[in-house]
């Protein structure tokens, strides 16, 4: 039994591509990015770090070479 990482299956999965879209937008809050452009709102920033933090922990839980199981 082979337990080889096919990159270009996950690749194709809307859950990863989804939990890089959580990433990106924790990091650009976590730069500071969102006030740069005006908005500024402690209430945006709990919203983009919870939904961002679920999407990431969602790409990670998935498997895209099951078919079975998210």
Known sequence: MENK??????????????SVLG????ILNAFGVFEKIGIDSATFDIIV????TILIAFGILNNPTDKTCF
């Open 5 to 18: 990482i096919n990159i270009k299956d996950r690749l194709k999965s809307w859950a990863v591509w989804l």
């Open 49 to 52: 770090n919870a939904v961002g």
């Open 23 to 26: 990433a990106v937008g924790v």
